[in-house]
T-cell receptor, first 117, second 114 residues
C-alpha cells in the first residue's frame, strides 16, 4: 500500500520569499509518480508538477520545483518568489507504477499555505 | 483545449434520493477517475474508467457506481443518499507521454445531502 505524509499543519510565508512544503511517501513499488496539486478555496485541484521515480533530475515548472530525494522518500515542493495568489491548500500525491494501468492517486492530507503581503 | 468539465457544480439533495454527476475529460483523454473529498477523510479514490471499462475501484459501497460513454464522458451515480455522502466530488482525466504523466482535475461538484 502507498502512503503520503504531509505533517505541516499550516505554513506562512512573506510575499516574494521562497517556501518549502514537505512531503514524505512510502511505497514498495520500484517505479511510481509523484504529483503536487494546489487547491484554492474554489475547490478546483490545479496540477503543479510531476516527478517520475526514475527521473534523475528534479522537476521544475516555472516558480515550482520538486526536491526529490529518493533514498529519503521525500518529494518536497519549493515555491520561489511567493505571490498572494499562492495562498491555498497544497496536496502531495502518488501514483503507483506509472507503467501500469492503475492510475489511482493516493493523496496526503494537505498543507495550508498563507502568503502575507 | 478546454479543461475537464463537471456538471452540476452544486447540488442539494435529501437523504434517500439518488444523484448523477457528469464529467467530460479533456479532448483526447480516455481515462477518467473520480474522487471524493471530505474534511474528515480527505481525498479518496472512487473508480477509474478507460475506454468505457471500469479498471479500478476504491473502497466504497455499491451505492456508488459509474460508467463511461464512447465519447469518454463519464457519469457517477450515488443511490440512497446518506448525510455522509456530502462532499466535493472531483473527476480527473489523465494523459501520458514522453515518460511524463499528468492528471488534470475538473472544478468539482459540491454535493450537500440534507
Amino acid at each position: 500500500a502507498q502512503k503520503i505524509t504531509q505533517t505541516q499543519p499550516g505554513m506562512f510565508v512573506q510575499e516574494k520569499e521562497a517556501v518549502t512544503l514537505d512531503c514524505t511517501y512510502d511505497t514498495s513499488d520500484q517505479s511510481y509518480g509523484l504529483f503536487w496539486y494546489k487547491q484554492p478555496s474554489s475547490g478546483e485541484m490545479i496540477f503543479l508538477i510531476y516527478q517520475g521515480s526514475y527521473d534523475e533530475q528534479n522537476a521544475t515548472e516555472g516558480r515550482y520545483s520538486l526536491n526529490f530525494q529518493k533514498a529519503r522518500k521525500s518529494a518536497n515542493l519549493v515555491i520561489s518568489a511567493s505571490q498572494l495568489g499562492d495562498s491555498a491548500m497544497y496536496f502531495c500525491a502518488m501514483r503507483p507504477s506509472f507503467t501500469g494501468a492503475n492510475s489511482k492517486l493516493t493523496f496526503g492530507k494537505g498543507i495550508t499555505l498563507s502568503v502575507r503581503p | 483545449k478546454a479543461g475537464v468539465t463537471q456538471t452540476p457544480r452544486y447540488l442539494i439533495k435529501t437523504r434517500g434520493q439518488q444523484v448523477t454527476l457528469s464529467c467530460s475529460p479533456i479532448s483526447g483523454h480516455r481515462s477518467v477517475s473520480w474522487y471524493q473529498q471530505t474534511p474528515g477523510q480527505g481525498l479518496q479514490f472512487l473508480f477509474e474508467y478507460f475506454s468505457e471499462t471500469q479498471r479500478n475501484k476504491g473502497n466504497f459501497p455499491g451505492r456508488f457506481s459509474g460508467r463511461q460513454f464512447s465519447n469518454s464522458r463519464s457519469e457517477m451515480n450515488v443511490s440512497t443518499l446518506e448525510l455522509g455522502d456530502s462532499a466535493l466530488y472531483l473527476c480527473a482525466s489523465r494523459v501520458r507521454g514522453g515518460g511524463q504523466e499528468t492528471q488534470y482535475f475538473g472544478p468539482g461538484t459540491r454535493l450537500l445531502v440534507l
